[in-house]
């Protein structure tokens, strides 16, 4: 059973820079696409950025484009996203979700795997 471990939440102040990790095991790790997804206090869960299971390809939600970098080490088992630029609205429990693909989808529901999340909060 493959499991999921975010860290590297936290309270950060506006504009500051944070990196999250999400670290994998129990399945061969460059089988699977990769996810970041977050919630906010009372909105849906989102989509926020995905990694090919080779890490050739990416892609964002456009709310964070040009702000958060997705990227994956195969030899760690790690996938990590670097968020520059924080504001408010990126407060959120962030979620690593996994799934036996070449590509990472958008869509939550097509994620077999899914770690217990990690806490970022930006004050202002």
């Known amino acids: 059973q493959v499991q999921l471990v975010e860290s590297g939440g936290g309270l950060m102040q506006a504009g500051a820079s944070l990196r999250l990790s999400c670290a994998f095991s129990?399945?061969?790790?460059?089988?699977?696409?990769v996810g970041w997804f977050r919630r906010a206090p009372g909105k849906e869960r989102e989509f926020v950025a995905g990694?090919?299971?080779?890490?050739?390809?990416?892609r964002y939600a456009g709310s964070v484009k040009g702000r958060f970098t997705i990227s994956r080490d195969n030899d760690k088992n790690t996938v990590y996203l670097e968020m520059n630029g924080l504001s408010y609205e990126d407060t959120a429990v962030y979620y690593c979700?996994?799934?036996?693909?070449?590509?990472?989808?958008?869509?939550?529901?097509?994620?077999?795997?899914w770690g217990q999340g990690t806490q970022v909060t930006v004050f202002s």
């Open positions: 129990g399945r061969t790790f460059d089988k699977h696409a």
């Open positions: 990694i090919s299971r080779g890490g050739s390809v990416t």
């Open positions: 979700a996994a799934q036996e693909s070449p590509w990472a989808t958008r869509v939550y529901d097509e994620y077999d795997f």
